[in-house]
């Protein structure tokens, strides 16, 4: 399985972001996929996460500003990002998760998102 993100970059803040997480080498329809974020000296934390049934969670800091959806038909996850803040700015990455874990997870390279006030 390979995960290869994109769409992170520099904004200020308010400004919007729409983060891709292409999946590839294997069944999509078989992984539930979540975002984590990580800026060194921090904890990584699950941003959202979306099931192969499209069940769908936010961590309460992004709750009415980011939006998670898949596209089955391009195997391909999406984080919009909305109203972003400072505190947002971390590396992005993406994990597949086999939906009865009979896989190893498999995560991307990550894609950097800075916020300036």
């Known amino acids: 399985v390979q995960l290869v993100e994109s769409g992170g970059g520099w904004v200020q803040a308010g400004g919007s972001l729409r983060l891709s997480c292409i999946f590839s080498?294997?069944?999509?329809?078989?992984?539930?996929i979540q975002w984590y974020r990580h800026t060194p000296g921090k904890q990584r934390e699950l941003v959202a996460s979306v099931t192969r049934g499209n069940v769908i969670n936010y961590v309460d800091s992004v709750k009415g500003r980011f939006t998670i959806s898949r596209d089955n038909a391009e195997n391909t996850v999406y984080l919009q990002m909305t109203r972003l803040k400072p505190e947002d700015s971390a590396g992005y990455y993406c994990?597949?998760?086999?939906?009865?874990?009979?896989?190893?997870?498999?995560w991307g390279q990550g894609t950097q998102v800075t916020v300036s006030s």
């Open positions: 994990k597949a998760e086999h939906y009865m874990g009979l896989k190893p997870d498999y």
């Open positions: 080498g294997s069944v999509f329809g078989l992984y539930d």
